[in-house]
């Protein structure tokens, strides 16, 4: 009996000791990633940027870089900005649209931004805050906010919270890719534009036909602000031809 007992402790023992250690290994390997991630930004010179030009973070750079060359922002456009926070691609969206009327001779622009997270105010722009941009909901009250004025260029630079597990991941992204061109048919004007973030693959020429099937032209892009390392590139697709009938809940997954 008291050997048992003996067994039992000295077991239980070694259990949390195993567990001490794998809590330790983690915290080690989370601050290793931290470390890197403080490098990184320290050496990413969009970063410094971002800061001198007053962006909420870099990624603004990309979408300025992709305007650049496609120049699918141009003032008096209506632009709805999907997971739009901390709102970097709403603050070059409000821009380059003239939606805070920086320049009176130029036609100004219309900017929603939509995300369930909270984004603080931008000048020019309509935030729509804790609200899922698939949703019913969410669809009508951009169609209310608009007046029934419907969309020249929806943009998304949305990407989930990496869980880890690579084709877990790409799985997840993939879903929020069918919601925005969803999203995005039901609310665009013909010859409208949409412009959103996929990571590369072999999902990706699927996504590619399935959205020549409403748009007339795709092009893939990588600006030179996304890191060399990410596996991000963004989809633009020019001129939406319609829909012949409404779309229905889960017809893309």
């Not at 290793?32 to 050496?43: C, E, I, V, Y």
Request: net charge positive; charged share 25%.
């Amino acid at each position: 009996m008291i050997k048992t007992m003996i067994t039992s402790r000295l077991f239980a023992q070694e259990n949390l000791n195993f567990t001490r250690m794998c809590f330790l290994v983690n915290c080690l390997k989370r601050l290793k990633t931290s470390q890197q991630w403080l490098s990184r930004q320290k050496a990413d010179p969009y970063v410094e940027k971002a800061k001198i030009y007053n962006y909420r973070c870099r990624s603004a750079f990309k979408l300025l870089e992709m305007n650049d060359k496609t120049n699918i922002l141009v003032p008096g456009l209506t632009v709805v900005d999907l997971g739009a926070a901390p709102g970097s691609w709403t603050q070059v969206a409000v821009q380059k649209t003239n939606a805070d009327g920086a320049d009176p001779k130029k036609p100004k622009g219309t900017v929603i931004s939509i995300d369930k997270l909270q984004i603080f105010p931008i000048e020019g722009a309509t935030i729509m805050n804790n609200m899922d941009f698939s949703t019913t909901d969410a669809h009508d009250k951009v169609i209310a906010a608009l007046g029934g004025t419907k969309v020249d260029v929806v943009l998304s630079d949305m990407a989930p919270s990496a869980t880890g597990v690579r084709e877990l991941d790409k799985d997840r992204i993939l879903g929020l890719c069918y919601m925005a061109i969803r999203f995005a048919a039901l609310v665009t004007k013909i010859d409208g534009n949409l412009l959103f973030k996929v990571w590369d693959g072999k999902e990706v020429p699927i996504l590619e036909m399935d959205l020549e099937r409403f748009y007339k032209s795709i092009k893939i892009l990588k600006p030179k602000a996304s890191r060399s390392e990410s596996s991000e590139k963004f989809i633009l697709a020019k001129g939406f031809k319609g829909v012949q009938r409404p779309l229905q809940h889960g017809q893309w997954g």
